[in-house]
């Protein structure tokens, strides 16, 4: 079973910054193309950022210029860098996975990803 464990939220200050971290436990032979989401009260959910296991991303267009994912990729682990936070960035963030395979479909929207965490909750105040 995978499983999908998020940390590193917080409360920071408009301009602040944060870093989120996210770890995926499965199968060892299997690489996950993994993301980050994120959930405001009364919004629908929105992409944060994807990394598939070509190293390729992608990002919201609210955070980009912003936001920087990197990975450990032996690690199954996924980095979300914020910088230049403000009060719309507050949300509950979830990490996702899907296992990937070389040459294969990758996902592209929270839909198609089928492990979540639990979410950890970043609040930026004015």
């Known amino acids: 079973q995978v499983q999908v464990a998020e940390s590193g939220g917080g409360s920071v200050q408009s301009g602040g910054s944060l870093r989120l971290t996210c770890v995926v436990s499965?199968?060892?032979?299997?690489?996950?193309?993994m993301g980050w989401f994120r959930q405001a009260p009364g919004k629908e959910r929105e992409e944060v950022g994807i990394v598939d296991i070509d190293g390729e991303t992608s990002y919201g267009d609210s955070v980009k210029g912003r936001f920087t994912l990197s990975q450990d990729s032996a690690k199954n682990t996924l980095y979300l860098q914020m910088h230049n936070l403000n009060p719309e960035d507050t949300a509950m963030y979830y990490c996702a996975a899907a296992a990937c395979f070389p040459g294969g479909y990758y996902p592209y929207r929270a839909s198609e990803f089928d492990a979540w965490g639990q979410g950890t909750q970043v609040t930026v105040s004015s």
């Open positions: 499965g199968y060892p032979a299997i690489k996950y193309c």
